[in-house]
């Protein structure tokens, strides 16, 4: 590991503030971005105007912080530790209950590669389960539904906006399954978030190597990148060596919550020999994972035997990585699938953990003419009634979905999802609304998250411009979160959210005042606007830019105008 | 001028095809794409199928005919000068009709950056109109006419697609205003194109200098440009030196059609005074304009004295720049828009060129807490009464609109729209979905073009990434064009226009069979994909990319599966 790194976050005109709870002994993190004065010239005086700081939710954690030292070989503070500890619930274990866990500590060749400090897994005593479902149910306010609703508030209250979103409105929302607060008692380091369809859009960014490219360090600092651009949760995806260590890297440095897909692991330990994968191997790996913190776990589980005959009527065939494994296994075998069969089982360990489940669509349409399928539908209906079983165990539950969907083929996958799966949270995948243009993903399906999160979607997967080319490079990645965060917000704004306007509002002022600081320190990507700007002006304070030059700026002859409709007023 | 460069256009694995006209002496060109064949391994046996080649609109003009000798200093060639000779209702005048054009004709400072060919201007002969309105409504169909229904239809009935699109159905829209095919007479180069919400969305590419920077061979090189990655009209919004000039070696070497905004020359022509414009400026201009062969002018008649009040309550006042100036001036006279006092002479004098009208929204919103708000709508009643009087006049016309508004108020748009001007073809700039991504105001709008589309808008104004920060470069200009693209197609997908889903089909085809080269070829931007395949990739017949490696490879590993379910099938 480079270690030499400085992994510390900066944004500009910036501060971390923090917001105390008042039920718990909690502080929620923030960034309050500041702003300048708008000067006017009336009458040939010149009068200041303050502009109130903007409170913005922030993804970036303790990288951000000035009272963290940041030290990626020890990891980020563990700030939810005492929560669980408080709740007398759990256990420190004093080993590994997976077998390859504990293989891989033995094993002296990933010595240089493992993290320097090793945390004993937590889990749930005998009897007891753990997972923020089950407190909800049980009526209790945990600290992490506390922060959300502090956090989804991001200080509107001080702006005189008005919220539904209280703790005890979090709670029930948790309890009825319609939101999830991804948070596995092994993975303390991450800062509560909420997903569910009436709380903020989140974005989801993926990560990972494959068996051709990418190290430990590589992915650690996409995760950290990630954070920086806004990214709500992070999926690692690795598929190629040392996919233990690599995790165990990215789980302790990162603050926001961390997914998976265990079958990939699980295929890497038999060789990508399908035919060898088994419920053992399987079964090992959840408990593994859950045991390092993973946050919520994809689990192609609806994908049945009956729904694979009508794969054959497709054109792009099964896109998921994880359907298409589990399918060839059910091919090979010609068993069910065993995710479906041990169903019960599955739930059963994660609500020890309080790992997640996101049910994946191993069916998802790969291309336009596949969208909305007979393959999709009967997949998302066996995931509705797994939806039912896992909310028995307590476990929380978010929906996959597509894809690639052409615009007016949307929002059935919305009423469709929430009729069949009783209102869990959707997760998609984009979706893309055309196929041609490769090299330019993240905008088709840009234009399609923005829409299907418009329509409820609680989070959306971002997509990058290497998709379906190649493995994304940290500015590919910088282009997918920040795609997708305009997605969100846009979805944000037409849900009217409560307060989501602050900003648009903060930064348009900004740009008829041509406070362009203000207007660039208020933009998802300071540093871009900045870098563009600098391109063709040579001064920052200038009040016309290139695009109309001095004579045509419609902002600067508004100015002049009402300058010179108030002198005629005046002089009546 | 640097005329030493080369300005073919090549497109991978294409070739130019013309489709005959059945009414007229008549080519239409498109696009060609050739497919390499599928290779299949059925039971150890090699299948070969071949892959139809897929036909695309194509908006390259002569640039990418090898037929054509391109040399930019002659022009383009001249095809729709036999057109309108044979209808005999047009005269050759023997000098321009404006004074302005006269005069820089005798100007010898201006030499060395005249386009050396005088085509001495056309007009209607003195009682005749000459527009494709006048036709369509006279029950003609002209070669204009029967171009674009062949052009629409891109040979999709060779493969079994029926589509409604005809040269009757295209008369009858044009006769009843719902489409437009812009086409001065003084501009016989342009293909013709037409812009209704029953056909192709189309999109708009702003290009110009400023005062500030870029000169002619730089726009001259972004017309270009802009036609190869699909631009299907180009406004020149010049506000710098040599308008005129730079104008004229645009719209000879420009194989679509070209649209201005007259209002920036006149107030060059004042020196930037806004109070010593005229309407014998302004009218000068025009005539100037509309014999130098301008397609379509922005016109901000709809912005009336008793609006300006509204506009206090916004955020960002008025962001049009032809919006802001008029505004001014009759804040500064106290007099009424004069375009709206001199409308109807501005209809005659259009009419007698074929120049249409695209009635301006002076009054769009510029950030989304100005979306919808009454400034905007008052305008838009204005301009549908406006757009009966200029049908009145048998000019063609568009109506212009947002700009900046948030996902759930963009159907009103359109609504308003289609109810207050009566179907005329709305043409949106944007709208921007969201305030606060400058850098990437591309995506913030391609989102909402999108939708605009689908909801029925007929062409959109594309918005690069430098909107907001300064002047685009050429990379700016791909960057917009590609993104307007797929907002494009992706409104024409969910409009499940006729044959929209073959390129996506045969480019999902070429996916799953790994013909990484067809993929690349079919998509909007080969040269990007392949960019970034090639990052990441040794070779271009890998059964597998980087993203996934090769045990996950969902595609290849349906193959699999499809392979072994086909093999147990035949061993039964």
């Known amino acids: 590991m480079s270690i030499k790194k400085n992994f510390r976050i900066i944004y500009p005109a910036s501060r971390k503030v923090h917001v105390p709870g008042k039920i718990h002994d909690i502080e929620v993190s923030m960034r ?19 502009n109130s700081p903007v409170t913005l939710y922030d993804t970036s954690g303790p990288y951000s912080d000035p009272r963290v030292d940041i030290d990626i070989t020890r990891g980020l503070p563990r700030l939810r530790e005492p929560w669980i500890e408080n709740r007398k619930d759990t256990v420190r274990l004093q080993d590994f209950s997976s077998r390859y866990s504990n293989e891989r500590q033995q094993r ?41 609703a502090i956090r989804e508030n991001t200080r509107n209250e001080d702006m005189g906006i008005r919220s539904d979103i209280t703790p005890e409105m979090v709670r029930q ?50 995760a950290i990148w990630s954070c920086k651009w806004g990214g709500d949760t992070l999926m690692d ?50 408990i593994e994972q859950c045991e390092q913190g993973v946050d919520y776990f994809t689990i192609h589980a609806g994908l049945l035997k009956q729904s694979l005959p009508l794969v054959k009527k497709r054109l792009t065939g099964i896109v998921s990585r994880g359907g298409s494994i589990i399918a060839n296994w059910m091919t090979i075998h010609g068993e069910e699938n065993f995710f479906y069969t041990h169903f019960e089982e599955i739930c059963e360990i994660l609500s020890a953990y309080d790992t997640g489940i996101s049910l994946g669509d191993g069916l998802r349409p790969g291309c336009i003419h596949d969208a909305n399928d007979a ?16 909310w028995a165990h307590h476990v929380q539950v978010l929906i996959e979905g597509p894809g690639h969907v ?11 999802q929430v009729r069949l799966c009783h209102g869990a949270p959707f997760y998609t995948l984009g979706p893309l609304t055309t196929d041609i243009a490769p090299g330019y993903d993240h905008i088709t399906s840009a234009i399609g998250a923005a829409q299907i999160a418009k329509e409820g979607t609680a989070m959306i997967c971002y997509v990058t411009p290497k998709e379906h080319l190649g493995l994304p490079n940290k500015e590919d ?19 009217e959210h409560p307060g989501a306007f602050i900003r ?69």
Chains 1, 2 share one sequence.
């Open 173 to 222: 929302e948790i309890a009825s399954g319609h939101a999830i607060i991804p948070a596995n008692i092994n993975h303390p380091e991450a800062e509560p978030m909420i997903i569910g369809s009436r709380f903020l859009v989140k974005i989801n960014t993926n990560i990972g190597n494959s068996a051709l490219s990418s190290g430990i360090d590589e992915e650690v600092e996409k």
């Open 477 to 495: 990645v910088r282009a997918g979160v920040v795609a997708y965060k305009i997605a969100a917000h846009a979805a944000d704004l037409a849900k």
């Open 108 to 148: 002296a060749d990933t010595d240089s590669i493992r993290f320097p400090v090793k945390h004993l897994p937590r889990r749930a005593q005998p009897g007891h389960v753990v997972t923020q479902r089950y407190y909800a149910s049980r009526g209790m306010i945990t600290p992490e539904m506390e922060y959300v």
């Open 32 to 50: 309050e971005v500041a702003l300048t004065d708008t000067v006017l010239l009336q009458n040939n005086e010149k009068e200041t105007i303050r």
């Open 375 to 390: 393959a999709q539908f009967a997949e998302l209906s066996v995931l509705g009634s797994l939806t039912t079983t896992a």
């Open 406 to 416: 052409p615009m007016h083929k949307i929002k059935k996958n919305v009423d469709e």
């Open 504 to 572: 648009d509002n903060a930064l348009s002022k900004a740009r008829f005042d041509f406070r362009w600081k203000d207007q660039f320190n208020l933009s998802l990507d300071p540093e871009k606007a900045l870098e563009y700007y600098k391109e063709s002006h040579l001064d920052s304070n200038s009040d016309h830019c290139t695009m109309c030059g001095p004579h045509f700026c419609a902002m600067k002859l508004t100015k002049n105008m009402q300058s010179c409709a108030n002198l005629q007023e005046n002089e009546k």
């Open 237 to 286: 995806l690795s598929t190629g060596n040392n996919i233990h260590e690599t995790r165990e890297w990215i789980i302790r440095n990162t603050p926001v919550p961390v997914g998976t897909v265990p079958l990939y692991q699980a295929l890497e330990k038999v060789n990508g020999k399908i035919e060898d994968l088994s419920w053992d191997i399987y079964r090992d790996t959840l």
